[in-house]
């Protein structure tokens, strides 16, 4: 523990030790410069410990003869660039960036005119876009130059009011772009502003040491508690498993677990994947992964925008204990028609943005993946498991009579059969998105996701030779196919009445299937011709439809007031079968139920003090009772840069997706909807403080969270086979022999989450990165495994990431560290025998404490190098090496046990090793 | 003014890092532990015997014991239909009453105190099974030459029925047992089992709920004369024998119907037949 807080400090005053840009009227110069621009730039840069970056290509070739006497920098620049056409300045970021003075200020949506503006208006609104492809962006910041601001709303507008009399340059900022600074002179319409903002360029110039923005990550102070926003096209950077994944990004970041390899979902704060709500363009996802959770189904080439809030969110979201990630499509280029692609170790991604005219573009991006090597490696590595666990069952001692002995079916004679595997394992997603915008005040968009996984691991043992030469034929299929995915669409209106009323109405179907079958049959044709066909196994089918409609309001009554307000109805259609031996169904739910929710809340600004009450309101027609969900979040400026934060609130959810016993079979999890009475409603509250500071290019943070958990629920489904006829000497049951016993449990329960965040990011230049700490207890409370409270299956209790990106000519470099305590595991510790009728004994485990036990400690180095280049000398492209795992740790998935000689034998079912990976991505524009 | 909100933003700060000290300043939870110290009854009782129950401890995986300790020092009683009675310790973990017999229909209920314990449990003895019979006296093998391994299951002789009164779906398991003195086996017979496969001479099949039963060659390991023993069983014993939850990924206890202790207290009656597997 020592260890780790001095490595939190070291890092963090590593971190702290910046570069310390000189005044440049302090520096002089007073020698021959000779050479093109880039090098005479170099030439400074080296003397002086500057950063400068060329942003018009054309530039750096300019041939440069001058030799400054005793003049300050600052007036060699200036002299420079008049001379040779130049605009020069310093960024945010202290560095320096030159440009071409002759061209056009190409960002300047709204030149200079003689109707331009003194100085901003006391209230101004408009739209924020990406310059390059139009793109209408979500929660870009828009604020006075050391003061106040606000943030876009989800389609890209916004209004700033209050703005202080003689303010003359506003700032926009958004994550991944350049920070905008824009004059009031630019500016002819206060009420219909257009903010273009560029994308940070990858097609840098060599001696380009740094550019203006690096952040990949960013920590909201602006809006919320407990926020971060991630930017999709800075997850290239990062090292990957096979795929730029969104919710692997996520696990990189405080509070967020990451030592769940097995898993792309997300442990929040303690909670779990299904405690997470996640929106996509307004409709809930319920199935989030790919490749049994390895991957999460979110094409990063269709998202525009994601927001994570980990806790304490408002009244605008409900429905869900602990977190909610909100993801927005991208419209797709409005532009210029853009295709591109990826082809990586794992999948082939393709995508196509066409715009029609300026009023519609489209967006459409499909991903495939193929059984290549990383794809077979995760794949073996859960089916292998699988089959091990199968045979796994915990031994039984000496004298122990099992069931069917090695005489039996499969027993083991069938090494005289011919048996095949059938590999037809893929997953698939489709983002579709089209946007009309037919006036200025009026968005339609259409939006469609589908992701499938279809996996396949059945086998086919055919007529052994010893058979067919007695005319017997006989063929066995066992099958292991899991078919889940889920199919969303949302059509959205938003429209704008005036600059103070913005509404988005929008209506969605979602719907998670999910088909596992793991049926055998068996077809013997004896040589008498008498055909005999015996089924096994089970098929588990679940299928939940989602049909919502909201309407989401944003008033901004005055200048410290911005009410927000809304209605959603939602109906559940959930259904859960169970079949047996193909013919018996054993369980049999069919649920449905609707959702009200009404929601009001106010952001209130006064003075430094923002606060945001709210309230939201359920109805739930199972229970048909009203859950009151109050909420609140504060924000307090201290001083300059430091501010206090705090949330509190009440959530329940309505829809429950149950964990089966098995955690290899991540599709063996199904959705329920709660009755109220064995399956409760759950709910939380959430309390949350912190303080964080932030400069100009640091971010620091401090958060602590208590969340507790009532009436959670965790289930068990036990169906035995009981062969009644014919089974007892192993052979094959008769047909119509067996019997199922199906024992159906769910356990109700409490828990509570608490722990303490600590993080330090370097926010902007050509390093950056953040390293971050959790201590952390999650704890659960069920009667039925224990009388007192144990620790939850996710519970880790201290957590530390170091996450570090470097910009190095055309090259990006980057490594991430996860520390983290073990999880918790229940294991046997004790056994004992008991004597039959027939004077044989069966054994059984005394299992101990539920979670006594803890898995060793994880940890894992990644690291990734990304080279921009381009393809025949136009085409925007990458080529991506990222090595997971480098040191190879075996770190420990879960533990298989064996009872040899009354001894316990645990063996480690381990995580992926190294694994390589190679992307390569092409655009056109 | 000024110092009133240089006041507040310090309370807010005082407000924070005591909300966080009172997160951090986790108290020591105290979680479950297992105890490995409780006695485990080994307890199946039959109609018409004396009651008669085994003691031990059970075995710690960590620990370097290879057998579990018998316990011989516990007071054992059992009450039997309203009526108490000492078992006494035989050694070797064994306690019996031989002077009294359980019959169908009693309630027993047994305590034991050892070592600070005092455990429980209850059960009744069931009713002998009725009407049980068999469709034939004998079961004829016919053997074949290169089995599959499928236990011959393609040339058998036509079952044998046996059955049994059953209308309120109660639990029943089959005991095939060979009485001959030196029994012949059968080459290539089913009825294997065990770890090292061997043939038994005795096989018992799980609770079934059903009133009847086929009976083929592949059940049997020896020729000769044969018990059919039918036990009429209870829940627990149904509970505890069907147990298959242990898997190595999500491990619960076994069922037990032993209150502060291991392992199962129960009682079962039986009805016998006769039967030859002939060549």
Redesign the interface.
């Known amino acids: 523990m020592k260890k780790l807080i001095t490595c939190f400090l070291l890092c963090i005053s590593q971190l702290i030790y910046a570069q310390n840009v000189k005044s440049l009227s302090q520096i002089t110069v007073n020698q021959l410069y000779t050479g093109t621009l880039q090098s005479v730039l170099t030439q400074i840069s080296k003397e002086n410990s500057l950063k400068f970056s060329i942003l018009d290509p054309e530039i750096g070739s300019i041939e440069i003869i001058e030799r400054p006497a005793n003049q300050s920098l600052e007036e060699f620049l200036n002299l420079l660039a008049k001379k040779k056409k130049l605009k020069w300045y310093v960024g945010e970021d202290g560095i320096l960036y030159f440009k071409n003075a002759s061209k056009n200020e190409t960002l300047n949506i709204e030149q200079s005119t003689k109707n331009g503006l003194h100085e901003f208006p006391s209230r101004i609104s408009g739209i924020v876009k990406d310059f390059q492809t139009g793109e209408a962006l979500p929660f870009a910041s828009v604020s006075v130059k050391g003061g106040k601001g606000t943030t876009t709303n989800v389609d890209g507008y916004f209004t700033l009011q209050n703005i202080p009399k003689g303010t003359k340059l506003l700032l926009v900022n958004y994550l991944g772009y350049k920070i905008r600074e824009v004059s009031a002179s630019q500016i002819s319409s206060p009420n219909n502003v257009v903010l273009e903002i560029e994308p940070l360029s990858k097609q840098l110039d060599e001696v380009v040491v740094s550019t203006a923005k690096e952040e990949l990550m960013k920590v909201s102070s602006d809006d919320q508690i407990s926020t971060i926003k991630l930017s999709p096209a800075k997850l290239a950077t990062l090292p990957n498993i096979g795929e730029r994944d969104i919710f692997r990004g996520f696990q990189l970041m405080p509070g967020i677990s990451g030592s769940n390899e097995a898993s792309s979902g997300l442990y929040v704060r303690g909670g779990t994947p299904d405690q997470n709500l996640v929106l996509y363009d307004g409709f809930t996802i319920y199935h989030v992964d790919h490749l049994y959770g390895f991957f999460s189904a979110f094409n990063s080439n269709a998202i525009k925008d994601v927001q994570l809030y980990k806790g304490g969110f408002d009244a605008r979201y409900g429905g869900r204990l602990s977190s909610v990630v909100q993801l927005t499509g991208k419209e797709g280029n409005a532009k210029n028609i853009n295709v591109g692609g990826d082809v990586s170790l794992l999948s082939m991604n393709v995508f196509a943005e066409v715009p029609l005219g300026d009023k519609f573009s489209s967006l459409i991006a499909f991903r495939r993946s193929y059984t290549g090597g990383i794809y077979s490696k995760i794949f073996n590595k859960f089916n292998t498991s699988t089959q091990s666990?199968a045979q796994?069952?915990?031994q039984q001692g000496?004298?122990?009579?099992?069931g069917?002995?090695?005489?039996g079916?499969l027993?083991?004679?069938?090494r005289f059969a011919d048996i095949q595997t059938i590999p037809k394992s893929y997953f698939y997603d489709l983002n579709a998105k089209f946007t009309y915008k037919p006036t200025t005040k009026d968005i339609i968009s259409l939006s469609i996701f589908n992701g499938t996984d279809d996996l396949d691991n059945s086998t086919i043992i055919s007529t052994?030779a010893?058979?067919a030469s007695?005319g017997?034929t006989f063929d066995n299929t066992t099958n292991d196919k899991t078919n889940y995915g889920n199919l969303g669409s949302s059509l959205k209106w938003s429209h704008r009445y005036s600059d103070k009323l913005y509404s988005n109405t929008l209506i969605s179907y979602s719907q998670y299937y999910s088909t596992r079958n793991r049926l055998s049959t068996i077809n013997?044709t004896?040589n008498n011709g008498t055909p005999i066909e015996i089924k096994s196994g089970f098929i588990q089918d679940n299928n939940l439809e989602d049909y919502s409609i909201r309407s989401d309001f944003e008033y901004k009554m005055n200048a410290s007031n911005d009410v927000n307000f809304g209605l959603q109805l939602t109906h559940n259609k959930i259904k859960y079968d169970y079949t047996q031996n193909d013919t018996v169904k054993v369980l049999n739910r069919n649920n449905a139920g609707n959702l009200a929710a009404f929601y009001v809340q106010d952001n209130i600004k006064i003075g430094?003090l923002k606060i945001t009450p709210g309230v939201r309101v359920n109805q739930f027609s199972v229970t048909n009772k009203v859950y009151v969900e109050p909420r609140l979040n504060l924000k307090?400026a201290?001083?300059e840069g430091f501010n206090?934060v705090?949330a509190a609130g009440i959530y329940h959810q309505f829809a429950q997706r149950v964990e089966q016993?098995?955690?290899?079979n991540g599709s063996s999890n199904f959705w329920l909807l709660p009755n109220g009475d064995n399956i409760p409603i759950s709910s939380s509250k959430h309390?949350i403080?912190?303080?964080n500071y932030e400069t100009k290019n640091y971010y620091f943070s401090?958060e602590?969270?208590?969340k507790s958990l009532s009436d959670i629920t965790q289930y068990?489904l036990?169906v035995?086979a009981?062969p009644?006829?014919?089974r007892?000497?192993?052979?094959?049951p008769?047909p119509g022999g067996t019997?199922s016993?199906v024992l159906e449990n769910f356990f109700i329960g409490s828990g509570s989450a608490?722990?303490?965040e600590l993080m330090a990011q370097k926010k902007a230049g050509a390093y950056n990165g953040w390293v971050s700490y959790t201590?952390a207890?999650v704890?659960n409370n069920f009667d039925a495994f224990?009388?007192?409270?144990?620790?939850a299956s996710q519970d880790v209790r201290n957590e530390f990431k170091m996450v570090h990106t470097y910009r190095w000519k055309k090259f990006d470099f980057s490594a991430t560290w996860i520390y983290a305590t073990g999880r918790p595991y229940?294991?046997?510790?004790?056994?004992?025998?008991?004597?039959?009728?027939?004077?044989?004994t069966?054994s059984?485990?005394?299992?101990?404490?539920?979670n006594?036990k803890r898995l060793p400690d994880y940890h894992r180095f990644d690291i990734a190098a990304v080279y921009n280049f381009k393809l025949f000398k136009n085409l925007p492209s990458t080529l991506s090496l990222s090595t997971f795992n480098v040191y190879n740790r075996k770190n420990v998935w879960?533990?298989?046990?064996s009872?040899v000689?009354?001894?316990?034998v645990e063996v480690d079912v381990t995580n992926l090793g190294i694994t390589p990976n190679l992307t390569l991505s092409v655009r056109l524009r | 003014m000024l110092n009133y909100?240089t006041e507040m933003?310090k309370s807010?700060?005082i407000?924070?890092i005591s909300?966080?000290a009172t997160?951090?300043s986790?108290k020591k939870?105290?979680?479950?532990?297992?105890n490995?110290n409780k006695p485990?009854v080994?307890g199946?009782v039959?109609a018409n015997q004396n009651p008669k129950i085994?003691l031990?401890l059970?075995?710690?995986?960590?620990d370097d014991?290879?057998?579990?300790t018998t316990i011989d020092n516990a007071q054992v009683s059992m009450e039997i239909a309203g009526i108490k009675y000492i078992l006494t310790s035989t050694g070797n973990g064994d306690y019996i009453n031989d002077k009294v017999k359980l019959k169908a229909g009693q309630e027993l209920n047994l305590t034991i105190l050892y070592a600070g314990y005092t455990v429980t449990a209850s059960t009744i003895v069931p009713t002998k099974p009725k009407n049980f019979q068999t469709s034939a006296s004998q079961i004829q093998v016919i053997t074949q030459q290169?089995g599959?391994?499928?236990?011959g299951?393609?040339n058998q002789t036509p079952?044998t029925t046996i059955s049994w009164d059953n209308d309120t779906q109660e639990y029943y398991?089959l005991?095939t047992?060979n009485t001959e003195a030196t029994p012949e086996p059968i080459a290539g017979g089913?009825?294997?089992?065990?770890?090292m496969?061997v043939p038994?001479a005795?096989?018992?099949?799980?609770p079934?709920?059903?009133n009847?039963?086929?009976l083929?060659q592949?059940?049997f390991s020896f020729y000769g004369k044969h018990d059919l023993?039918l036990?009429k069983v209870n829940a627990e014993y149904t509970n505890?024998?069907?147990?298959?939850?242990?898997?190595?990924?999500?491990?619960?206890?076994?069922p037990t119907n032993i209150t502060n202790g291991?392992?199962?207290f129960t009682a079962?009656n039986a009805d016998t037949l006769k039967i030859q597997v002939v060549k």
Do not use: W
């Open positions: 666990n796994n069952q915990l000496p004298g122990t009579r099992g069917p002995g090695p005489g079916l027993g083991g004679n069938n052994p010893a058979l007695r017997i013997i004896r430094f307090l201290l001083l206090f705090a016993e098995d955690i290899l309390f403080a912190g303080l401090v602590g969270y208590y068990s036990r035995q009981r009644t006829r014919g007892e000497g192993g052979g094959p008769t019997t016993t608490k722990g303490v201590l207890q704890l224990s009388t007192k409270d144990f620790p229940t294991a046997p510790e004790g056994g004992y025998t008991i004597s039959l009728p027939d004077g044989s069966r059984y485990n005394i299992v101990g404490a539920k006594g879960y533990k298989q046990f009872i000689d009354n001894q316990l | 909100f933003k807010y700060i407000l924070t909300f966080l997160i951090m986790c939870v105290e979680f479950d532990v297992t490995l485990t080994d199946i039959f085994h031990t059970p075995i710690g995986y960590g014991a290879t057998s579990q290169g599959f391994g499928m236990g299951g393609f079952a398991a005991l047992s089913g009825g294997r089992g065990g770890e496969n038994l005795k096989r018992l099949s799980q079934t709920q059903t009847s039963q086929n083929n592949r059940q023993i036990f505890l024998y069907n147990n298959r939850g242990q898997s190595s990924l999500n491990l619960t206890n076994p291991f392992g199962i079962m």
